[in-house]
């Protein structure tokens, strides 16, 4: 994370802040998410018959390639000077585009899109993402995410 005080936010905005390191999304972290949100569709699971669908093998669910956009923002998003702590504030916007094969690796860009101070000590601050598959021509999802930096006051 870089840090920047409030008033440097503004200098920022649409400008590409960041881009992460790559992450695997191999066939035991699927079957981990599949076990934790009791989401065990075949197409995430069954290698054999998940081979017969249009994806020719298994495929990460949405829903965790959206959860790894924290590990994916430590590097690539800013900090507030001063910051005690940043609070998930919501998405304004999420559209998956394209699965995740298994073993395929994804990463993310992260575009300030816009920073508002909602009081002396609190900073809603919007960004552009998108997850990157690796050899892919379309991104696997696009989305607004919103984060709350509160700072010392």
Known sequence: ???????G??????????????IVVDQKRINTFA??????QFIHLDEEKA???PFG?????GFLTLSLLPRMAEAAT???????MGINYGFEKIRFLQP?????????????KGAQAKTATQYLITYAIEVEIEGADKPALIAE?????????
């Open 57 to 61: 093998g298994t495929i990460a669910h």
């Open 9 to 22: 936010l503004q200098d920022h905005i649409g400008r590409k802040i960041g881009t992460s390191e790559w």
């Open 78 to 84: 800013l900090v507030l000077e001063g910051c005690e």
């Open 1 to 7: 994370m870089k840090t920047i005080s409030p008033a």
């Open 100 to 112: 995740v094969p298994s073993g395929a690796r994804v990463r993310g860009h992260f575009t300030l």
């Open 35 to 40: 076990d934790v949100t009791e989401d065990w």
């Open 145 to 153: 995410w919103l984060a709350m930096q509160v700072v010392a006051g």
């Open 51 to 53: 081979k017969q669908t």
